[in-house]
């Protein structure tokens, strides 16, 4: 009678282990994806931002506008302006890059969002294109994979 009673307390004592252990791995889970949850918020709250300075930029030199999202180009003779226009490329290629290298901190649904962000800027600047296509050795291949071909069909920059 006691092996016997010695054998159901043995018994209930695994039962009651292994149910321990499904609890456990249960909330380490729940816990894994309350921390993935919190990366992707700051990454995106981190990205946006990024982009703070980038709009100001953008507002205090009105006159880069047209070049980076209306499709103006070639970049303009005036020298001054030429240069604001480059520095803005530089900035804007900069951010997208930092978007494409946090594509593994984002859900799919998030980095959708971003991706269409930097194929239609992209899309929208062909002096953007042209600066990145000339300094393609400063940016990883995240970000020269969504490049289209130059706008000018050559590889060197056009100036008006």
């Not at 321990?20 to 791995?25: D, K």
């Not at 001054?80 to 804007?92: G, I, N, S």
């Amino acid at each position: 009678m006691g092996s016997s009673l010695t054998d159901i307390i043995q018994a209930v004592c695994s039962v009651i282990t292994v149910l321990l252990a499904i609890a456990g791995v249960y909330f380490v889970l729940v816990e894994l994806r309350h921390v993935r949850q919190s990366i992707q918020s700051n990454t995106y709250g981190a990205l946006c931002e990024q982009s703070i300075p980038i709009v100001t930029y953008i507002a205090d030199h009105p006159e880069v506008y047209p070049y980076l999202y209306t499709r103006e180009y070639p970049l303009p003779a005036d020298n001054a302006v030429r240069v604001q226009v480059e520095l803005a490329c530089e900035l804007v290629a900069n951010f997208m890059e930092m978007a494409a290298l946090q594509q593994a901190c984002m859900s799919e649904k998030t980095w959708s969002t971003w991706k269409a962000f930097i194929q239609s800027t992209f899309e929208g600047s062909p002096v953007l294109v042209d600066f990145v296509t000339r300094s393609r050795g400063w940016y990883c291949e995240e970000l020269l994979k969504f490049l289209p071909p130059h706008p000018s069909g050559t590889s060197g920059s056009t100036v008006a």
